[in-house]
T-cell receptor, first 113, second 116 residues
Framework: DGGITQSPKYLFRKEGQNVTLSCEQNLNHDAMYWYRQDPGQGLRLIYYSQIVNDFQKGDIAEGYSVSREKKESFPLTVTSAQKNPTAFYLC????????????FGEGSWLTVV | AQSVTQLGSHVSVSEGALVLLRCNYSSSVPPYLFWYVQYPNQGLQLLLKYTSAATLVKGINGFEAEFKKSETSFHLTKPSAHMSDAAEYFCAVSDRGGTSYGKLTFGQGTILTVHP
């Protein structure tokens, strides 16, 4: 089935560790996005990419990094510089361009222990 | 810069009652507008979107929304609530063109509770 697959669903990170969240899509979409969701704050854009080997910072990029080496994949690394990483992370993709529907994965929970 | 304000972080209705979730937007250019629904621990699912065709947009599960430019609003309605409508709803805006085209700015969400 076509869709967006995020893994793992639940991840625990120790203080000072970097962790990587995986996002793969088989929808042949050009654009991919990472959003962070905190209760009562809606979704905030971390990074987005409209084409392979290119990506732009969103509103809250500090402490995060991404890569886009393949059209299908857009992994997000949460670095130790991110001071409050506990959140629900959502990957999404779309056909590039305004007005096109953005489709979401099922999300990944990251908890700092 | 564009923004979205959802009035009311929590809305509670009885089963069978009208559902009205409010959304106001701010955009320097004509916007595209979206409503998404999220069930617990899941991703977001598109309910409907406005892309400058008809101002009254019909979506899935009996929901609809009306774009009112004069009021900068895009409120979501459903004539009769079902228990299965209980979820969190997000309004989002995307501007047209420019270097950041396609990405969405979300409101803070409205949690809908449906009572028997």
């Amino acid at each position: 089935d076509g869709g967006i697959t995020q893994s793992p669903k639940y991840l625990f990170r120790k203080e000072g560790q970097n962790v990587t969240l995986s996002c793969e899509q088989n929808l042949n979409h050009d654009a991919m996005y990472w959003y962070r969701q905190d209760p009562g704050q809606g979704l905030r854009l971390i990074y987005y990419s409209q084409i392979v080997n290119d990506f732009q910072k969103g509103d809250i990029a500090e402490g995060y990094s991404v890569s886009r080496e393949k059209k299908e994949s857009f992994p997000l690394t949460v670095t130790s510089a991110q001071k409050n990483p506990t959140a629900f992370y959502l990957c999404a993709s779309s056909i590039s361009g305004s007005g096109n529907t953005i489709y979401f994965g099922e999300g990944s929970w990251l908890t700092v222990v | 810069a564009q923004s979205v304000t959802q009035l009311g972080s929590h809305v509670s209705v009885s089963e069978g009652a009208l559902v009205l979730l409010r959304c106001n937007y701010s955009s320097s250019v004509p916007p595209y507008l979206f409503w998404y629904v999220q069930y617990p621990n899941q991703g977001l699912q598109l309910l409907l979107k406005y892309t400058s065709a008809a101002t009254l947009v019909k979506g899935i599960n009996g929901f609809e929304a009306e774009f009112k430019k004069s009021e900068t609003s895009f409120h979501l309605t459903k004539p009769s609530a079902h228990m299965s409508d209980a979820a969190e709803y997000f309004c989002a805006v995307s501007d047209r063109g420019g270097t950041s085209y396609g990405k969405l700015t979300f409101g803070q969400g409205t949690i809908l509770t449906v009572h028997p």
